[in-house]
C-alpha cells in the first residue's frame, strides 16, 4: 500500500493558481491509479480528477476541465494538481488518492480506493 503526502495548499485570492502535489512512497508508484479529491465544509466528498497508470484522464466534472489539470512523474512518484482561475467555491481540503480501483471509475468508487493523504487545505478568498 502506498502512502501519500500531499503539499501546495494555501490562501489564494479568486483568480489566482496554486499547484497541488501528492508524494507516493514505494516502487510500485507507476502501476497505481491516482486522484485527487476535494471535501469543503458542510458538503460531501467530490471526485476531481484521476489519472491512470499510462496517463488517461478523468475529470469529476466538465467545469474543472479547463481550469484544473492533474498530472503525474513516476519517476519522482508524484501526481500533481494545476489549479488556475481559482473560484471561492474551489475552497476545500483537497485529498490524493491512490489504487484500488481503475482511474476512470475512481469517483463512482471511492469506497474502494486503497490509499488516502491527509489532505491539504485550499481556500480562495473573493
Known amino acids: 500500500q502506498v502512502q501519500l503526502v500531499e503539499s501546495g495548499g494555501g490562501l489564494v485570492q479568486a483568480g489566482g493558481s496554486l499547484r497541488l502535489s501528492c508524494a507516493g512512497s514505494?516502487?510500485?508508484?507507476?502501476?497505481?491509479?491516482m486522484g485527487w479529491f476535494r471535501q469543503a465544509p458542510g458538503k460531501e466528498r467530490e471526485f476531481v480528477a484521476s489519472i491512470s497508470f499510462n496517463g488517461l484522464i478523468t475529470y469529476g466534472q466538465d467545469s474543472l476541465k479547463g481550469r484544473f489539470t492533474i498530472s503525474r512523474d513516476n519517476a519522482k512518484n508524484t501526481v500533481y494538481l494545476q489549479m488556475n482561475s481559482l473560484k471561492p467555491e474551489d475552497t476545500a481540503v483537497y485529498y490524493c488518492?491512490?489504487?484500488?480501483?481503475?482511474?476512470?471509475?475512481?469517483?463512482?468508487?471511492?469506497?474502494?480506493?486503497?490509499?488516502w493523504g491527509q489532505g491539504t487545505q485550499v481556500t480562495v478568498s473573493s
Open positions: 488518492a491512490a489504487g484500488g480501483v481503475a482511474a476512470h471509475i475512481m469517483g463512482a468508487m471511492a469506497y474502494r480506493i486503497a490509499s
Open positions: 514505494g516502487r510500485t508508484f507507476s502501476n497505481y491509479a
